[in-house]
């Protein structure tokens, strides 16, 4: 297994459209995370998945993402009407909570949000 | 709520000198204690972790970490670096073990002077 795999890895798009992320996580791991990244600043998280269930959001998600894990396996993270706030990095990471591990985060390079 | 504060957004050590990146945290409850490393290009990697027991925690390659309780911190420490370990550090606390949640600080970003 080669990690966790971020698409695309920059996006580059105007203010107004819609963009969507794709994380593929550690194909063993149950749990997979999103986290925002801006400039200067660490990680904040955004939301999680339990397999197909989505067990926390962020007050940093509003209205315009959404985030689904359909078949407990790749997520895809959709942001509606891009705003020039939205540029950031945004991060995947999965775990193996509850399987006998210590449920370390496994994070992938991310993919690089610009919003014009 | 719990948070990070890492005050040096930048350190520069000479190589095969000794560093300190500092961390503090707030958090009304007991909380687990992590640091990651982002190496350029690559993805954010766990360097070490508190979860319980000894209070000094050390990774593989040479830095090691200790959480002290009444002063709030877990500062990251290694006796000589090398150009290798040139990369960005970020502290980060979580309230329940398995990483869930991770609350990151600012960042430390470590440049190695040859």
């Known amino acids: 297994d080669t990690g966790v795999s971020q698409d695309p890895r920059h996006k580059i798009t105007k203010r107004g459209q819609n963009v969507t992320f794709r994380c593929d996580p550690i194909?063993?791991?149950?749990?997979l995370y999103w986290y925002r990244q801006t400039l200067g600043q660490g990680p904040e998280f955004l939301t999680y998945f339990q397999n197909e269930a989505q067990l926390e959001k962020s007050r940093l998600l509003s209205d315009r993402f959404s985030a689904e894990r359909p078949k407990g396996s790749f997520s895809t993270l959709e942001i509606q009407r891009t705003e020039q706030g939205d540029s950031a990095m945004y991060l995947c990471?999965?775990?193996?909570?509850?399987?006998?591990?210590?449920?370390?985060?496994?994070f992938g390079e991310g993919s690089r949000l610009t919003v014009l | 709520a719990q948070s990070v504060t890492q005050l040096d957004s930048q350190v520069p050590v000479f190589e095969e000198a000794p560093v300190e990146l500092r961390c503090n945290y707030s958090s009304s409850v007991s909380v687990y204690l992590f640091w990651y490393v982002q190496y350029p290009n690559q993805g954010l990697q766990l360097l070490l972790k508190y979860l319980s027991g000894s209070t000094l925690v050390e990774s593989i390659n040479g830095f090691e970490a200790e959480f002290n309780k009444s002063q709030t911190s877990f500062h990251l420490r290694k006796p000589s670096v090398h150009i290798s370990d040139t990369a960005e550090y970020f502290c980060a606390v979580s309230l329940n073990f398995g990483n869930e949640k991770l609350t990151f600080g600012t960042g430390t970003r470590l440049t190695i002077i040859p």
């Open positions: 990471a999965s775990s193996s909570r509850g399987q006998g591990d210590d449920g370390e985060l496994f």
């Open positions: 194909s063993e791991h149950n749990r």
